[in-house]
């Protein structure tokens, strides 16, 4: 199978790498593509906003499916960005889903716990659940989300959470570089959801896609690691594993914290149906941030 990769030098594109040459003997040919290109890092152009531009790439290579890692995923950027954000999170995924249902090909996209949160609640966030963004960057993902519902194609979008890599900027390595450098550092405790390690998303991605389970499985997955922790507890673990024992990490509101969006208070993903229908086993959100630490430490 010819599989397209749209983001490929960002968190998840780069673990799509990794996870792709780990796969090789398989069979299955990816092209990594991104608008920004990395010296070192062969990809391919290409300009989702630019749906001629996915036509004759799909055209010339083949390609049966497309991986969706491109995102516009600055949140509080996003307020004062809409159109950028609304370009790349919406419009360019209904490209994407446009030119799927052409050839009859899969899309799978990547979107966001962020489509929930204004309404309150205190249990796991189902794949049926009415999407309540509170800000214009989870507005941006729901809309692209239903622009691929009505194109047509064949899809399957996973919504993830608190995505963090060895990889590019993420809350992981920042909290590194805080927690080595400071002597104090509060952090909020009233947003809880679970951390997701690009590296085990990429996997699931990986599986489902070349064991074309997706085949009369098409639909909305939720993905992220396993368990529930608040940002505070997320650094607590991080200072703990890299050995940054002498910065005090305290907890504390989000309002100590002014911003132009308000972020979800609670967004724990439910995934149960992406482990029934797929087999996708998901790995405990410690166990593999002990897993990237070891990796950017080493």
């Given at each position: 199978m010819n599989?397209?990769?749209?983001?490929?030098?960002?968190?998840?594109?780069?673990?799509?790498?990794?996870?792709?040459?780990?796969?090789?003997?398989?069979?299955?040919?990816?092209?990594?593509t991104d608008v920004n290109q990395v010296e070192g890092v062969e990809t391919t152009y290409l300009d989702i906003t630019d749906i001629d531009a996915i036509q004759k790439m799909v055209s010339d290579n083949g390609v049966e499916a497309i991986i969706n890692c491109a995102a516009y995923t600055n949140v509080d950027g996003a307020e004062s960005n809409r159109p950028v954000a609304e370009l790349l999170n919406a419009t360019a995924p209904e490209n994407l889903a446009k030119v799927m249902a052409e050839v009859g090909g899969l899309l799978v996209h990547v979107s966001t716990d962020y489509v929930f949160g204004k309404e309150p609640y205190n249990t796991p966030c189902k794949e049926d659940q009415t999407g309540t963004p509170t800000g214009v960057y989870g507005e941006t993902k729901l809309l692209g989300e239903q622009k691929i519902m009505a194109s047509g194609c064949n899809y399957i979008i996973i919504r993830t959470a608190w995505l963090y890599s060895e990889f590019g900027k993420n809350f992981c390595k920042t909290m590194l570089n805080l927690t080595a450098t400071k002597p104090e550092l509060k952090v909020v405790f009233d947003q809880v959801g679970t951390p997701t390690y690009a590296y085990d998303l990429a996997k699931a991605i990986c599986d489902i896609v070349t064991e074309r389970k997706y085949v009369g499985n098409t639909g909305v997955y939720h993905y992220s690691n396993e368990g529930v922790c608040s940002w505070f507890d997320f650094t607590k673990m991080i200072a703990e594993y890299s050995g940054q024992t002498e910065c005090s990490v305290q907890p504390?509101?989000?309002?100590?914290?002014?911003?132009?969006v308000t972020r979800p208070s609670y967004s724990v993903l439910d995934k149960t149906k992406i482990k029934q229908t797929f087999g996708v086993a998901v790995p405990y959100w410690t166990d593999s941030l002990k897993i990237c630490i070891k990796n950017l430490k080493g």
């Open positions: 599989i397209l990769v749209t983001g490929a030098n960002g968190q998840l594109g780069n673990e799509l790498r990794i996870v792709a040459a780990q796969a090789a003997k398989g069979g299955d040919n990816y092209i990594f504390c509101h989000s309002d100590e914290f002014p911003s132009p």
